[in-house]
């Protein structure tokens, strides 16, 4: 299928490897001009290489802490009107709830609510103007499962999903759609390091716990970046334009809901 986004500009946060590189590829892929972003140098040279070869025509890289002033005000030169907006950011890392301080908690809603929000402050006036937009937040299945330990991310992104939900309605009619996907369990270095971390705590070998953790799924496996960038970019697409204030769960089964 033609997504007909051919030229359209993205700006994919935190995009230098895992969910975020996996949607950049997948636009690069529907023929995007692109801006990166990530903290590590290296991997964003890798990851531009990666999506120039896939066919992106332009990839641009901004090499900044997206939560920053300096990264967002970064993003936005680097890209003035962007079409896309995908807002990604690194996790709270996982910690009980009695180890928690105020710090640790305002940390982690600044990282997965006050920064996609305002993101979406600076993409979404320009978006309403030219009557196309396409944004995707990617949250997570905590929204709708808890997960012990991620405590301060589940709050945190389901702030922003019910945060969007109004804005979604108020964007609808400038034909500019705000959309959530939540990863349930994907094989990147996010999910392999909470792998180890919960390893270490049981005492047990990171091969074992991985392959406990993917005998409770119904697909048997962990899901890749590509299948999620690739939902990801239908989403952005032109076909898309009526669904909008969504939250996609794609988590090989394993929530379970009939609804
Ligand atoms: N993978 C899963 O199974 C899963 C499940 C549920 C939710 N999630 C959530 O989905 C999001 C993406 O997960 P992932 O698995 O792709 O994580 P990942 O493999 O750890 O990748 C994180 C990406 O974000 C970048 N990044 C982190 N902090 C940043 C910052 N302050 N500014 C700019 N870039 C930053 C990293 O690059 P640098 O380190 O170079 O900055 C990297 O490119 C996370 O919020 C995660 O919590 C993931």
């Known amino acids: 299928m033609d997504l007909n986004i051919a030229g359209k500009w993205a700006i994919v946060g935190a995009s230098s490897r895992g969910l975020g590189l996996g949607c950049a590829r997948a636009l690069a892929d529907a023929g995007c001009h692109i ?3 990530g903290r590590n140098t290296g991997k964003l040279d890798e990851a531009a290489r990666d999506l120039q070869a896939r066919g992106a025509p332009q990839v641009i890289i901004v090499a900044q802490d997206i939560g920053s002033q300096a990264g967002q005000d970064a993003l936005f030169e680097a890209c003035p009107n962007p079409d896309i907006l995908v807002t990604n950011n690194g996790g709270p890392p996982m910690r009980p709830f009695e180890a928690l301080d105020r710090e640790a908690i305002l940390a982690g ?4 609510m006050i920064t996609p929000i305002e993101l979406i402050q600076r993409a979404l006036p320009g978006m309403k103007q030219r009557g196309f937009g396409r944004i995707v937040n990617i949250t997570s299945s ?3 499962a808890p997960i012990p330990g991620l405590d301060v991310s589940s709050g945190a992104r389901a702030g922003l999903t019910a945060f969007v939900a109004g804005v979604a309605k108020n964007a609808a009619e400038y034909n500019v759609t705000i959309n959530n996907i939540l990863p349930g369990k994907m094989d990147t270095d996010r999910l392999r ?4 971390a919960q390893a270490d705590r049981m005492g047990k070998s990171l091969d074992e716990t991985r392959a406990g953790s993917i005998a ?3 697909a048997k496996r962990f899901g890749t970046a590509d299948e999620f960038g690739a939902a990801c970019a239908f989403l952005c697409s032109s076909h898309a334009g009526y669904i909008t204030g969504q ?3 794609i988590d090989g089964g394993l929530l379970g809901r009939a609804f």
């Open 109 to 112: 809603v600044q990282q997965n």
């Open 216 to 218: 409770a799924i119904p």
């Open 193 to 196: 390091g909470n792998l180890q």
């Open 247 to 249: 939250n996609l769960l």
């Open 35 to 37: 801006v990166i972003n």
């Open 142 to 144: 905590s929204v709708l």
